[in-house]
């Protein structure tokens, strides 16, 4: 039973920083490619960042320059390392595993077969 448990979301001023965990309990990360995603309230879930299985990153163009996506292996653990944080960073974010076949370019929800129950970041001005 696969599960990814997120961690280290907090309320910080704008500014500021915060590094997510996002534990795989299943397998180890470095076989998936793993994302994370945001979903502010009223707003759709959208992407933020991914490494894949070639430890490729990419991210979104509102958070590039600022958050930094890495993995550790040993420790089965993903990051997100999330400095300058914005308000308009407020959100949910949720930790997710891709299903394999799916191209790592593929940001599509869909493309996930396992998701995080979500920890929250709140950002004031």
């Known amino acids: 039973q696969v599960e990814l448990v997120e961690s280290g979301g907090g309320s910080v001023q704008a500014g500021g920083s915060l590094r997510l965990s996002c534990v795989d309990s299943?397998?180890?990360?470095?076989?998936?490619?793993m994302g994370w995603y945001r979903q502010a309230p009223g707003k759709e879930r959208e992407f933020v960042a991914l490494?894949?299985?070639?430890?490729?990153?990419t991210y979104a163009e509102s958070v590039k320059g600022r958050f930094t996506i890495s993995q550790d292996n040993a420790e089965r653990t993903v990051y997100l390392q999330m400095n300058d944080l914005k308000p308009e960073d407020t959100a949910m974010y949720y930790c997710?595993?891709?299903?394999?076949?799916?191209?790592?370019?593929?940001?599509?929800?869909?493309?996930?077969?396992?998701w995080g129950q979500g920890t929250q970041v709140t950002v004031s001005s």
């Open positions: 299943g397998y180890n990360v470095c076989r998936y490619d």
């Open positions: 490494i894949d299985s070639n430890r490729r990153e």
């Open positions: 997710a595993r891709k299903e394999i076949g799916w191209p790592w370019t593929d940001f599509r929800l869909a493309a996930y077969d396992h």
